[in-house]
């Protein structure tokens, strides 16, 4: 039900884009920090409401269609601002456009999939794919001034936020290569299955 605890932090994700975009659009230091928090906030119930579904039982149809939407819905509405309101240098616009034609294809896959009922399932590179990526957008949302609110100004934030958006970047291909594989396994499978079935009964592959 969309009202189970589950699927409500799924939903509080969703929730959180417009309050993290009018935090990013202020445009001062406080105002930089506090959309990195509601970032990280929001990246953390990805982890606690399959956690808590798992743990009680309540997976649901629901759910599991919206946890990736929720997700991607997330992750593209910080690489735009990012972007948009010129937070990125022009190198780490790489990374940030990998990131973003992999959700999209993996979106585009798991479509296609689920019209012959094959689920993508998620793999254990994938979860620290995002756990990164999350890290790294959450890092570039406070940026320099942001954590200088609180005390860490000394520190090259923005710095470190573009690395780890090349290490998602690296682990985005690594993961994509996978789900691709997967994607053309089934395809593959389904282009064959007619050729077998159009076969006379008494014809084998084999000829003298």
């Known amino acids: 039900m969309p009202t189970d605890l589950p699927n409500l932090l799924t939903l509080s994700r969703i929730a959180a884009i417009p309050v993290l975009v009018a935090f ?6 406080w ?26 039982g309540v997976t649901s149809s629901f759910g599991r269609m919206l946890d990736p939407i929720a997700d991607k819905l997330l992750v593209g509405a910080a690489l735009m601002l ?25 979106s585009g896959l798991r479509e296609y999939l689920a019209e012959l009922r094959v689920g993508l399932p998620v793999t254990p590179l994938a979860k620290w794919k995002t756990g990164v990526q999350m890290g790294a957008l959450g890092t570039l949302l406070a940026g320099d001034t942001g954590a200088g609110v609180i005390g860490l100004g000394f520190l090259p934030v923005s710095m ?22 997967a994607g053309l396994r089934h395809a593959g499978e389904q282009d064959a299955r007619p050729a077998v079935a159009e076969r006379p009964a008494g014809e084998t592959t084999a000829r003298p």
């Open 24 to 29: 990013a659009a202020v445009g001062a230091p």
């Open 31 to 56: 105002a930089d920090m506090a959309a990195c928090v509601v970032f990280s906030v929001a990246a953390i119930t990805d982890y606690f409401d399959g956690k808590i579904a798992r743990d009680r």
């Open 82 to 106: 990012l972007v948009g309101l010129d937070r990125l240098s022009h190198a780490a616009l790489y990374p940030a456009i990998v990131i973003m034609l992999r959700e999209i294809m993996v």
């Open 160 to 181: 470190i936020g573009e690395a780890g958006l090349w290490a998602a970047a690296a682990l985005t291909l690594a993961t994509g290569w996978d789900y691709i594989q």
